[in-house]
């Protein structure tokens, strides 16, 4: 009866007319997988449901990517991480207040829900001739995991709401994007990347939004649902190394503004291109944006000896506030908050009133490196 069952299914399957997709839609559909896994077991990205007679449901398989068979048997997501501040130097690095030994000197800091994951090397923290990187994931209560290493110049792409984390890696003569499970480093999917002029750097820079993976080339980026295989440019992003956070990119350069050329730092939608937000220079300043990481603000900074504070922006609101001080003193905790860190004193700001309170934290010496800011690539 169960095997009659199964083919009477399968054929009901054979049968349906399934739309297709198009581009925008799965790229959206994949950073909304930000949201809907916060404490939902990871689940094939082209699974369409049907519903036949009885009301019984039917996964039809919609996936011809590379690495699929791995990304639906993956790893289960655990409950988000809660909003978490993450900073270190040398070899010391503070999660939420607890302090970590990791190897070598402190590079960088990507939030995952699982932990903070770390880059390190021997270098200084440095990647200009570094040589191999040590990879350590960090957890709430300070153990640490040991990830193994990767090449100098190789930066981790992750999302602060997902178990994962990307890189891209040498495939033949070129390169494809792996994913790997930040509590073991093992491989759960994998994409090879279009064979494109490289930028600066001798990898493609990644950037990790759901379940979609931007790599950046000299003149353009892509954009790659490792889970589904699907890929194509994505129109919101130039080349160079892409900043993609909650579907929103940041782009900076010349646009029209009331119909003139102005010199702008913007915040763009990142399948689209849409403008979301438009942060005009003016004649002579000089500045970038950083956006938090779930997407939702952009702290502009002023590049200037005589540069004073950092800009808040709300990209839905287009409220903007300041908060006063080093201007290159802020990162961003997991959850989108401005903070910073003076000897053993955490102060964290609400991005819409500016309200900040201090906390005492574990201080870690010179040279800090903060979460969600981006040291070298």
């Known amino acids: ?12 399957a054979a049968a349906l007319d399934v739309p297709s997709v198009d581009h925008a839609t799965i790229l959206g559909r994949g950073r909304q997988a930000r949201t809907r896994r916060r404490a939902t077991v990871f689940l094939a990205a082209a699974a369409v449901v049907a519903v036949i007679g009885t009301g019984t449901a039917l996964a039809l398989g919609g996936s011809d990517g590379p690495g699929d068979d ?26 939420d207040g607890v302090s970590a030994t990791i190897p070598d000197t402190l590079h960088s800091l990507h939030y ?3 932990g903070v994951l770390t880059r390190s090397n021997p270098n200084d923290g440095a990647s200009d001739g570094s040589g191999p990187e040590s990879l350590t994931l960090v957890a709430a209560d300070g153990t640490t995991t040991d990830l193994g290493t990767i090449p100098e110049g190789v930066g981790p792409a992750t999302d602060p709401d997902e178990p994962v984390y990307a890189l891209a890696e040498k495939s033949g003569d070129g390169f494809r994007v792996v994913v790997r499970d930040a509590t073991t480093g093992d491989e759960v999917g994998s994409v090879p990347l279009p064979d494109l002029p490289m930028s600066y750097w001798p990898v493609p820079p990644l950037a990790l ?34 900043q ?3 579907g929103f990119a940041v782009d900076s350069g010349e646009k029209l503004v009331d119909g003139r ?21 003016e004649e002579g300043e000089y500045g970038f944006g950083t956006l938090s990481p779930d997407g939702k603000y ?4 002023r590049d200037g000896i005589n540069a004073d504070g950092v800009d808040i922006y709300d990209v839905a609101t287009q409220q903007r506030v300041t908060l006063a001080g080093d201007p290159y003193a802020w990162g961003w905790t997991s959850d989108g908050r401005p903070y910073r860190v003076s000897g053993t004193e955490v102060e964290v700001c609400d991005p819409v009133t500016a309200a900040c309170t201090t906390e005492a934290g574990p201080g870690v010496g010179q040279n800090l490196r903060l979460g969600g800011n981006a040291y070298d690539s």
């Open 1 to 12: 009866m169960t095997e009659r069952l199964t083919a009477l299914l399968r054929d009901e």
């Open 70 to 95: 791995k990304a639906t048997d993956s790893i289960a997501s655990t409950e988000s991480a809660r909003d978490v501040v993450a900073y270190g130097a040398g070899s010391t690095v503070v999660v």
């Open 112 to 114: 995952t829900s699982v």
């Open 209 to 242: 939004d759901g379940d979609v993976v931007y790599a950046g080339f000299e003149e353009e980026a892509y954009a790659v649902n490792w889970r589904t295989g699907e890929k194509q440019p994505a129109d919101g992003l130039g080349g160079g190394m892409p």
């Open 244 to 246: 993609v956070s909650g």
């Open 261 to 281: 050329p102005e010199l702008v730092v913007s915040v763009v939608d990142a399948a689209t291109g849409a403008s979301a937000l438009v942060v005009p220079l």
């Open 298 to 301: 952009l702290r502009f900074t």
